[in-house]
């Protein structure tokens, strides 16, 4: 089993920067594919920003440019550094983790409990 812990939400003004961080515990060695999923009021949970144990990684086209993944595989860490942000990227942010190489909602075999982001205009 693996435990997936996110910290850094929080309100924000429109063009300010946010941090999250979400840590992995339990049985980590070989995670695969980690990242983080947002989902808004009355919207899908969609990816964010994905990053797989190489280090090569997935945005969604609305966050490129203004965010960046991160992993730190020894210390089971996965950050994601918002900045630019918009009131379109108010949400709740989640932590999701798999073995397998995807990068889908769906193929995420554990979640965090999610973290929430307010931006205001």
């Known amino acids: 089993q693996v435990q997936l812990v996110e910290s850094g939400g929080g309100l924000v003004q429109a063009g300010g920067s946010l941090r999250l961080s979400c840590a992995a515990s339990?049985?980590?060695?070989?995670?695969?594919?980690m990242g983080w999923y947002r989902q808004a009021p009355g919207k899908q949970r969609e990816l964010v920003a994905g990053i797989t144990r190489r280090g090569s990684t997935n945005y969604a086209d609305s966050v490129k440019g203004r965010f960046t993944i991160s992993r730190d595989n020894a210390k089971n860490t996965v950050s994601l550094e918002m900045n630019s942000l918009l009131p379109e990227d108010t949400g709740v942010y989640y932590c999701?983790?798999?073995?397998?190489?995807?990068?889908?909602?769906?193929?995420?075999?554990?979640w965090g409990e999610g973290t929430l982001v307010t931006v205001s205009s």
């Open positions: 999701a983790a798999t073995w397998g190489a995807e990068f889908t909602p769906r193929a995420m075999d554990y």
């Open positions: 339990g049985t980590t060695f070989s995670l695969n594919t």
